[in-house]
């Protein structure tokens, strides 16, 4: 049980294009999604919160209007990239919760984004 | 041995050794904590938590251990595999939201 998934594994996408990640828990409603951001050899950056039908808490210095986080039902939350550049390469990696326990949180396998 | 710095730190051991790796947290008010394992390329697999009123939890192969004084945690690993290489990173649990330590390279040599 507790499986998420995330769609596409990677993408490759031009400069100035959106791209859109999505994150589903499968066999389980998420109260609540996470979405991190990990660039080679660090560790996991922690971008947004969402929660099912309120608009996502963005972590300091991640700017919003660029990550749009949409979590319209309790098993899909969708991260979308706005006019994406080289920097924002990276792998990007969602978790979701049920809330109970509030502090579990299962992972999805990923998103390699690479920007050219 | 380890190494710090910009790049990740990284620990080598022989395979049949204990390993243990280390993990420094931030927030003395943290009540969860979490041991993560990540291949490369893929997102992060849970290995062992622990609740911030032990000091030690156990589990298959894996221990944790819990200092809140020095607020440390390490990871053991008893008898490790070529299949134990990776990165693990720990994470506290900060107000329903994980915070993960920088991580630290396993390579066990055959």
């Known amino acids: 049980g507790a499986v998420v998934s995330q769609h596409p594994s990677w993408v490759i996408c031009k400069s100035g294009t959106s791209v859109k990640i999505e994150c589903r828990s499968l066999?389980?409603?998420?109260?609540?999604m996470f979405w991190y951001r990990q660039f080679p050899k660090q560790s996991l950056m922690l971008m947004a919160t969402s929660n099912e039908g309120s608009k996502a808490t963005y972590e300091q210095g991640v700017e919003k209007d660029k990550f749009l986080i949409n979590h319209a039902s309790l098993t899909l939350s969708t991260l979308t990239v706005t006019s994406a550049h080289p920097e924002d390469s990276s792998f990007y990696i969602c978790?979701?919760?049920?809330?109970?326990?509030?502090?579990?949180?299962?992972f999805g396998p990923g998103t390699r984004l690479t920007v050219t | 041995g380890e190494s710090v710095g910009l790049h990740l730190p990284t620990l080598s051991v022989q395979e049949g050794d204990n390993s243990i790796i280390n993990c420094a947290y931030s927030?003395?008010?943290?009540?969860?904590f979490i041991w993560y394992k990540q291949e490369s390329g893929k997102g992060p697999q849970f290995i062992i938590d622990i609740r911030s009123n032990m000091d030690k939890r156990q589990g298959q192969r894996v221990t944790v251990l819990l200092n809140k004084t020095v607020k440390h945690l390490s990871l053991q690993i008893a008898a490790t595999q070529p299949g134990d290489s990776a990165v693990y990173f720990c994470?506290?649990?900060?107000?329903?939201?994980?915070?993960f330590g920088q991580g630290t390279e396993l390579s066990v040599k055959p």
């Open positions: 066999d389980f409603q998420a109260t609540t």
């Open positions: 978790s979701a919760s049920s809330g109970r326990p509030s502090y579990e949180q299962y």
């Open positions: 927030n003395s008010a943290s009540d969860y």
């Open positions: 994470a506290e649990n900060a107000g329903g939201k994980l915070i």
